[in-house]
């Protein structure tokens, strides 16, 4: 009987992830996340030095590969099994342990760009506006950092985390606590939808009910896709800035 175990759990959820079997594999619509992300940044990362704050298993570690970018990538994450399950995927990877919401082990200015995608919101309440601060100032001046979190909108309802914790954010918000770290917003955007809070339940359930690995289906995988552009908040999941480091950083 699997029910007690997995009661406890969701009663103990406050934000934090735990990287089980599910989690081993970059097997999903992750690659076509990051092929709609580098559309909409138009941006070319050959020769950069990146951050990935938050890499979980390293998804787009995996896509830089893929796609034969030659950036310089170096991967951040709190969670010592996620790390290790980059390593042995890509012995050569350099991933550091880090804690987002403390000073990082970086020199300041030491990277071109950094990616914030989908982490922020697993941070303790109120740390949040604090990871941003820490980020800032491992950016060159001028540098990027991209930052995608959960959207507040009708159907955060659908998202089973919500219930039990997970913050979504509003788009003030977040432009407000890019702004207090130093960063000037350059451009935003909306995008998921029905169809990827379906894939995200499908996720859950083989990780926390079944303890198995998932992929997304091929027919749900091409109905995601297409949430993908940019379009209304009111039906979208998901919330993307685009920040400039300041040349002055007044954030402490």
């Not at 406050?14 to 580098?38: C, H, I, P, Q, R």
Request: with cysteine; proline share 5%.
């Amino acid at each position: 009987m699997f029910r007690i175990p997995i009661i406890s759990r969701l009663l103990r959820y406050s934000g934090e992830v735990e990287f089980l079997e599910a989690d081993a594999t970059t097997d999903n619509f992750n690659l076509e996340v990051y092929k709609w992300m580098m559309d909409w940044l138009n941006m070319d990362l050959t020769e950069k030095r990146i951050l990935d704050a938050g890499c979980w298993n390293a998804p787009f570690e995996h896509y830089l590969k893929k796609n034969n970018i030659d950036a310089s990538w170096v991967g951040l994450d709190l969670n010592q099994t996620a790390l290790k399950s980059i390593t042995i995927r890509s012995p050569k990877a350099p991933v550091v342990i880090g804690d987002l919401t403390k000073e990082l082990p970086f020199a300041h200015d030491s990277f071109d760009v950094i990616v914030y995608l989908q982490a922020y919101e697993h941070l303790p309440k109120g740390k949040d506006r604090d990871s941003l601060k820490h980020l800032a100032k491992l950016l060159k001046p001028n540098g990027t950092l991209i930052l995608s979190t959960q959207l507040n909108s009708p159907l955060t309802v659908l998202d089973p985390a919500w219930v039990l914790g997970h913050r979504h954010y509003w788009p003030g918000d977040l432009r407000k606590s890019a702004e207090l770290a130093g960063l000037h917003v350059v451009n935003e955007a909306a995008s998921g939808g029905f169809w990827q809070y379906m894939d995200v339940m499908g996720l859950y359930f083989a990780k926390h009910v079944f303890r198995r690995k998932y992929s997304t289906p091929n027919w749900m995988k091409n109905l995601c896709v297409k949430e993908f552009t940019p379009h209304s908040k009111l039906t979208s999941t998901m919330y993307w800035l685009r920040c400039q480091k300041k040349a002055t950083v007044d954030a402490k």
